[in-house]
Nanobody, 132 residues
Framework: QLQVVESGGGLAQPGGFLRLSCDVT???????????VGWYRQPPGKEREGISC????????YHLDSVKGRFTVSRDSAKNTVYLQMNSLKPDDTAVYYC??????????????????????WGHGTQVTVSS
């Protein structure tokens, strides 16, 4: 069974850092149309937003303006793992962070409509709380 699992969330102080991991397990014999991996977050009482995107073909990365310069998405293809390094954390970064096997629609060619609307291609999320 395809598995997408986030880890690394927790409590951090303002100005601190966390590194999230997204581990993808693909069963033998299963073929994916995997163009990209996206990180998303949903703050309390707000809608989910796509914050980072990485291409699986050439490693190109993209970040939402609100996290650009503070967050970095990267991948370890050998481990089927995508990371989100989050530095200079702010209380506004408090949210549940999700990983999905597609970037959000804002990232055009890296968006997979079928995967975006299918929970099988999403992780269950990891809580990040930034507070002193």
């Amino acid at each position: 069974q395809l598995q997408v699992v986030e880890s690394g969330g927790g409590l951090a102080q303002p100005g601190g850092f966390l590194r999230l991991s997204c581990d993808v397990t693909v069963p033998v014999g299963v073929s994916l149309d995997l163009k990209s991996v996206g990180w998303y977050r949903q703050p309390p009482g707000k809608e989910r937003e796509g914050i980072s995107c990485i291409s699986t073909s050439d490693g190109s990365t993209y970040h939402l303006d609100s996290v650009k310069g503070r967050f970095t998405v990267s991948r370890d293809s050998a481990k089927n793992t995508v990371y989100l390094q989050m530095n200079s954390l702010k209380p506004d970064d408090t949210a549940v962070y999700y990983c999905a096997l597609t970037c959000s629609p804002r990232y055009g060619k890296y968006y997979n409509h079928d995967y975006y609307h299918n929970n099988d291609y999403w992780g269950h999320g990891t809580q990040v709380t930034v507070s002193s």
